[in-house]
């Protein structure tokens, strides 16, 4: 089984984030592994409030997961900061894998 990596935030609802990507994942009969950038408080009606992860601690999920599994994917959704774009950014640089941006950029709720 293949595996891919989300980077992104928290949807406390499930409808969006690493909830939705890892629905997606296993839609498609590839396990889904994490890195969460930010976590959400929020439901249909809105956003209620946002808590970024510490940069540092986004790379560390990301380090662990590549140093044990054979990522052949990554897709990266909320950054948050631009602190969490750098570490990302640095972190992911020279590999030879496949990353899809779907980036973030305001909710619609």
């Given at each position: 089984m293949?595996?891919?990596?989300?980077?992104?935030g928290?949807d406390?609802?499930?409808?969006?984030?690493?909830?939705?990507?890892?629905?997606?994942?296993?839609?498609?009969?590839?396990?889904?592994?994490?890195?969460?950038?930010?976590?959400?408080?929020q439901?249909?009606?809105?956003?209620?409030?946002?808590v970024?992860?510490?940069?540092?601690?986004?790379?560390?999920?990301i380090?662990?997961?590549?140093?044990d599994?054979?990522?052949?994917?990554?897709?990266?959704g909320?950054?948050?900061?631009k602190?969490?774009?750098?570490?990302?950014?640095?972190?992911?640089?020279g590999?030879?894998?496949?990353?899809?941006?779907?980036?973030?950029?305001?909710?619609?709720?």
């Amino acid at each position: 089984m293949k595996v891919v990596l989300s980077i992104a935030g928290s949807d406390s609802s499930g409808g969006a984030g690493i909830q939705a990507d890892l629905k997606t994942f296993e839609a498609f009969d590839v396990f889904g592994t994490t890195a969460i950038t930010a976590l959400t408080a929020q439901n249909t009606t809105g956003v209620e409030q946002i808590v970024p992860m510490d940069a540092s601690f986004v790379q560390k999920q990301i380090e662990m997961v590549m140093n044990d599994f054979d990522v052949a994917a990554i897709k990266i959704g909320m950054l948050f900061n631009k602190e969490i774009i750098k570490v990302v950014g640095e972190t992911i640089k020279g590999l030879d894998i496949p990353v899809v941006m779907d980036p973030v950029s305001i909710s619609k709720a």
